[in-house]
């Protein structure tokens, strides 16, 4: 079965930090494009930062460029997300998925977790 399991979320001062953790089993980690998305309370769910398969680019949602930071660790199977200088608008479910298509940044994602609150206070 395919599972990606996010951890790290919890509640943090504006200004602070967290980092975030997927592991991802099941399929062939390597080969997929991994990604980041969020959804906030009444708002639709955004891309948040992608990284390639190999790890050699990654793209980011323009508000959290500078701020964010995605990798991978295909040896581990994991994928990260570093979000620091934190704002409340960042307050948000965040979302782990896998993406196998062919085009970059990726359009559609296959697999997702099942997300890990981020709360950020003011």
């Known amino acids: 079965q395919v599972q990606l399991v996010e951890s790290g979320g919890g509640l943090v001062q504006a200004g602070g930090s967290l980092r975030l953790s997927c592991a991802a089993s099941g399929f062939t980690f390597s080969r997929y494009n991994m990604g980041w998305m969020r959804q906030a309370p009444g708002k639709e769910r955004e891309f948040v930062a992608t990284i390639r398969w190999s790890g050699g680019n990654a793209y980011y949602l323009d508000s959290v460029k500078g701020r964010f930071t995605i990798s991978r660790d295909n040896a581990k199977n994991t994928v990260h997300l570093q979000m620091n200088s934190l704002k409340p608008e960042d307050t948000a479910v965040y979302y782990c998925?896998?993406?196998?298509?062919?085009?970059?940044?990726?359009?559609?994602?296959?697999?997702w977790g099942q997300g890990t609150q981020v709360t950020v206070s003011s």
């Open positions: 998925a896998a993406s196998y298509d062919n085009n970059w940044p990726p359009l559609n994602y296959g697999y």
